[in-house]
């Protein structure tokens, strides 16, 4: 967690949003969940027979974020088309109880889109979808332009005559259609920030929002659109067909390791390289479409078979994770100037996010994967804390956090997220139990402060070594190794685990005093002693969200990446200081005493001062 003068910080920018006016304009829905039993299969199929034992109904889409806003402490009013059915009462229901003022208009013929949730066991078995999109008529459009009006006025008199703050979720279900988009556009003066959510990000191009979260399917859909039928953003698959997506497990990011970088001007280009990498260069004829109405899936997020449509594609079927991350940050110019957007989040899922404002410096939000059926929502969470720390004037970076922790706190259980004001602040205020010295641990106290900083929006570095004798290589290296992330974690092996990997003669330095140098840096958060010869056991408990090793060689030929990656993490290698290692330092030591048995001078780089260590001697 934060220090105590981070955290007051923290909690002074969600203070200062308390009834700040934000108007939430898009596609609202029913979020439907239903609890089942199942303890034998039906006789007719293999397929569980199911008893039902709970229904719980919430506010979805457009809704769900206006109920977040108004659970965090703003004052949020929802205009959206609802139908005059049972789904829609219950959704007004839903508003009321969470005091989202409810401007919503009545579509009678019209049906609420629903989204209903069957589960056993915590796992979702099926979602059935109602209320596909379909024609707006312009009775309703009038209708819906009216209360969009009212509305922004009377927030607008709420607040004492400031402007209010706007947020659009559109989620292609036809609540915004052309006559909607284009009074926003032409009456963007009348609002202060802007939020953007939108499954398709190019028809608010003339918005200029302050603010736009789009997942990572989404921003590569956009990046295909927008480049241009030549620009060639496709998948070079012409040796072989693309398999099927396999299932995903949750923190496990599918397809081969990647590298990115911008092209020229046509954002992202990928084709094989060696079957692993991604190049860049035109070519042509390829189709792009539209991608999905609704709520995107989980492999929508994760950029696969929406991508693979739009023509932008994350390979898949490999446990080797696919970088979104270095995908999104080398996009981050591409998406702001093709959006207008002053502040760009792309979110990752299980990955976090990746932020990018005008100075160009992206910055890395993580969280803690969770079963699919705890993160419904999640994301209207994170919009909503981004756009009202963005209203109060926060920084980009305090906004980041707060948007990230807030999404965090609310993956708890299943059902649809919504982050509460005094959760978000109790968060902020939670210090972690740290044994007396905070720093030298055993892996219990480990697993337990790891835990309480990843429930802090923290991300977790970890890195092992003998670390025998301590040189200047290996300050630079764990300094740098503290920069992947928020916490490092340094693990140690015992004395015996190096003499069994070094040899007999080593370590030189026994195991408390090497682990209390380490723990004397500033850039070490935590060290750990293994007895194991490899630390797999260790990284299983942390589950780092990057895993550092020292070295020039790629990251696939790291011994642990397959674990790392199996959970979820990233592997990283930083270069060596050159003429800097632990055992050409005691091979030149070994040379001088030598040389002084001898009788010869000190080598001109040896030193004439020193100890009985060094010499053999006795003082």
């Not at 034998?40 to 109904?57: G, K, N, Q, S």
């Amino acid at each position: 967690m934060a220090g105590a003068a981070e955290q007051r910080r923290l909690a002074a920018v969600v203070e200062s949003w308390l009834g700040r006016p934000v108007l939430v304009i898009g596609d609202a829905m029913l979020d439907e969940w239903r609890f089942a039993d199942s303890d034998r299969l039906c006789r007719e199929a293999p397929a569980p027979v199911l008893t039902l034992r709970r229904r719980i109904a919430a506010a979805g889409g457009a809704a769900n974020t206006a109920v977040n806003l108004a659970a965090l402490g703003g004052r949020a009013a929802l205009v959206a088309p609802i139908g005059a059915d049972v789904a829609g009462d219950e959704l007004h229901d839903c508003l009321d109880r969470a005091g989202v003022w409810d401007r919503t208009v009545s579509q009678p013929g019209r049906p609420t889109p629903v989204k209903r949730r069957l589960l056993a066991a915590d796992q979702i078995l099926l979602r059935e979808d109602s209320g596909e999109p379909d024609g707006f008529p312009a009775d309703a459009t009038a209708r819906l332009l009216t209360a969009l009006a009212c509305t922004t006025e009377e927030l607008r008199a709420a607040a004492g005559g400031a402007a209010p703050t706007l947020v659009v979720c559109d989620y292609g279900l036809g609540a915004l259609n052309a006559p909607v988009r284009d009074w926003l556009v032409r009456n963007r003066d009348r609002f202060a920030t802007v939020a953007l959510d939108a499954h398709d990000l190019a028809d608010w191009r003339g918005l200029a929002p302050t603010v736009v979260t789009p997942s990572f399917a989404e921003a590569t859909r956009l990046l295909a659109r927008t480049a241009g039928p030549d620009s060639g953003l496709h998948l070079d698959s012409s040796e072989r067909t693309a398999p099927e997506p396999p299932d995903l497990a949750i923190g496990v990011a599918p397809g081969p390791a990647i590298t990115a970088g911008p092209t020229a001007g046509n954002g992202l280009t990928a084709g094989p390289t060696g079957g692993n990498g991604i190049t860049t260069g035109p070519t042509a004829g390829n189709a792009v479409t539209a991608g999905p109405a609704g709520e995107p899936t989980t492999a929508e997020e994760r950029g696969l078979p929406a991508a693979i449509r739009t023509g932008v594609t994350v390979p898949v079927g490999d446990p080797a994770v696919a970088d979104r991350v270095v995908l999104a940050e080398s996009q981050l110019a591409a998406l702001r100037e093709r959006t207008g957007a002053d502040v760009v989040a792309v979110t990752l899922d299980t990955e976090g996010a990746v932020v990018g404002g005008a100075d160009g410096t992206p910055s890395r939000s993580h969280t803690t994967p969770v079963p699919a059926s705890h993160a419904v929502g999640a994301g209207d969470a994170y919009l909503a804390a981004m756009t009202l720390a963005l209203a109060a004037d926060a920084p980009l970076s305090t906004a980041a956090q707060l948007a990230q922790l807030a999404a965090t706190i609310t993956v708890s259980g299943t059902g649809t997220c919504v982050c509460q004001r005094d959760s978000l602040l109790a968060a902020l205020s939670d210090e972690p139990e740290t044994p007396p010295d905070g720093v030298v641990v055993d892996p219990g106290q480990l697993a337990v402060l790891v835990d309480e900083a990843r429930r802090a929006g923290r991300s977790v570095v970890f890195t092992n070594g003998c670390f025998d004798v301590l040189h200047r290589g290996h300050v630079r290296y764990l300094e740098q190794a503290r920069q992947q992330g928020d916490l490092l974690v340094v693990a140690v092996n015992s004395d015996s685990s190096v003499r069994r990997l070094k040899g007999p003669d080593r370590p030189v330095n026994p195991v408390e005093d090497r682990v209390a140098v380490l723990a004397a840096l500033g850039c070490v958060d935590h060290v750990v002693v293994f007895e194991e010869d490899s630390p797999e056991s260790l990284i299983e408990t942390v589950r780092p969200d990057v895993y550092v090793k020292g070295g020039d060689y790629p990251s696939e030929l790291v011994p642990e990446a397959p674990l790392v990656r199996r959970l979820g993490g990233e592997v990283r290698t930083l270069g060596y200081v050159p003429d800097r290692s632990t055992s050409a330092i005691i091979e030149r030591i070994r040379a001088q005493a030598a040389g002084e048995v001898l009788g010869r001078a000190p080598l001109p780089t040896e030193s004439v001062n020193r100890g009985p260590f060094l010499t053999g001697k006795q003082s």
